[in-house]
Nanobody, 128 residues
Framework: QVQLVESGGGLVQTGGSLRLSCKVS????????MGWFRQAPGKEHEEREI????????FYGDSVKGRFTISRDNAKNTVYLQMNNLRPEDTAVYFC?????????????????????WGQGTQVTVSS
């Protein structure tokens, strides 16, 4: 079955860095756009915010541009999120998600309902 397993979360001070990883199995990894979403404390599931996503090129949410970098290794079926200069407002549960590529020319989806496979999430806490 399809599995997405996140790792790398933890507690870090403001200005620090973390690298999240998401190992994927059970699907043809290169045929999927991979995204990272986050759910802040007190927010509902429907309020998950897209952080970054990557198909052939990356997409970044406005709040993380210049600080986060998404990358993927198709040989390892893994997507990464390098997070630098972390801020308290980055505190959230971070989820890895997969969205199937449906055409040769596509726009990276930013809505979570376009992603049909999800990991369990990893907690990132940034202390001030």
């Amino acid at each position: 079955q399809v599995q997405l397993v996140e790792s790398g979360g933890g507690l870090v001070q403001t200005g620090g860095s973390l690298r999240l990883s998401c190992k994927v199995s059970g699907l043809i990894f290169p045929s999927y756009i991979m995204g990272w979403f986050r759910q802040a404390p007190g927010k509902e599931h429907e309020e998950r915010e897209i952080v970054a996503a990557i198909g052939k090129t990356p997409f970044y949410g406005d709040s993380v541009k210049g600080r986060f970098t998404i990358s993927r290794d198709n040989a390892k079926n893994t997507v990464y999120l390098q997070m630098n200069n972390l801020r308290p407002e980055d505190t959230a549960v971070y989820f890895c998600a997969a969205s199937p590529v449906r055409s040769i020319i596509y726009t990276i989806p930013t809505s979570e309902d376009k992603y049909n496979a999800w990991g369990q999430g990893t907690q990132v806490t940034v202390s001030s």
